[in-house]
Nanobody, 111 residues
């Protein structure tokens, strides 16, 4: 089974940017970034197909960009214009059917 390791989270001020990375131990296909805020259900943030097609949650359109580097088995999430409501633990996983969840990476947007 492919192992997924997320990184790149941290504390950032509103309006700031972060770039998340998801390194896979093997080949990846359709992948997604998900997030879970305290007291809320986990939600899909962005997804990218094996051919590079993408889709985004309405709440992040125009601010987040998902991309992939197949040679490195890595998926990225560039997050710009961050808002306090983006605060959550971010996870990468297969899409549309997530498999085993990793530990995720914490993103905190606060002044």
């Amino acid at each position: 089974q492919v192992q997924l390791v997320e990184s790149g989270g941290g504390l950032v001020q509103p309006g700031g940017s972060l770039r998340l990375s998801c390194a896979a131990s093997g080949s990846i296909f359709s992948m997604g970034w998900y997030r879970q805020a305290p007291g809320k259900q986990r939600e899909l943030v962005a997804a990218i197909g094996s051919g590079g097609n993408t889709n985004y949650a309405d709440s992040v359109k125009g601010r987040f960009t998902i991309s992939r580097d197949n040679a490195k088995n890595t998926v990225y999430l560039q997050m710009n214009s961050l808002k306090p409501e983006d605060t959550a633990v971010y996870y990468c996983n297969t899409y549309p059917l997530p498999l085993l969840w990793g530990q995720g990476t914490q993103v905190t947007v606060s002044s």
